[in-house]
């Protein structure tokens, strides 16, 4: 419910866990995320994707990793809006101070929200976020206005 209000703004996603739904689209317009305890192979992290995987067509999922994330509900529901994004072609949403320094890959929010694409466990609301990004501290990245171009 919490990753279908995620991506509730896009009128072109569905989010399910309906199997029938899911086949019923074809290859280069769906993503499988896997929810699953076992990260052994992918250890230190709550999940993994690759960046613009969706419309590959190839069927190649992207993992989110419940024991990792302490089977933490809302960790678990953030981590998979947040992996979904990276198949859209999303980065991190990145932490810089005034004079440019680099000073965290995911940035945590503050005053109850946090970007979808930093990490928003800690924070009551996960969202959509416009700021910078991996790419640097003069580079903005809008979420919701690339998903958006994405699913035109």
């Not at 689209?25 to 995320?33: G, L, P, S, W």
């Not at 694409?117 to 700021?131: F, L, N, T």
């Amino acid at each position: 419910t919490e990753v279908k209000n995620d991506y509730s703004q896009f009128s072109n996603i569905i989010i399910t866990t309906d199997s029938t739904v899911y086949f019923s689209v074809t290859a280069a317009k769906r993503q499988r995320i896997i929810i699953t305890e076992n990260n052994s192979w992918y250890p230190n992290a709550g999940g993994v994707a690759y960046a613009e995987s969706l419309g590959w067509g190839l069927e190649v999922p992207a993992f989110v990793f419940s024991k990792a994330l302490g089977y933490n509900q809302k960790y678990n529901w953030e981590a998979t809006s947040h992996e979904t994004g990276h198949t859209f072609g999303l980065y991190h949403q990145t932490l810089y101070d005034a004079s440019c320094n680099f000073l965290k890959e995911y940035n945590p929010g503050g005053n109850g929200e946090a970007p979808i694409m930093g990490v928003s466990y800690h924070q009551p609301v996960g969202k959509w976020w416009i700021g910078t990004s991996v790419y640097g501290c003069t580079t903005t990245q809008n979420d919701a206005q690339f998903i958006a171009n994405k699913v035109k």
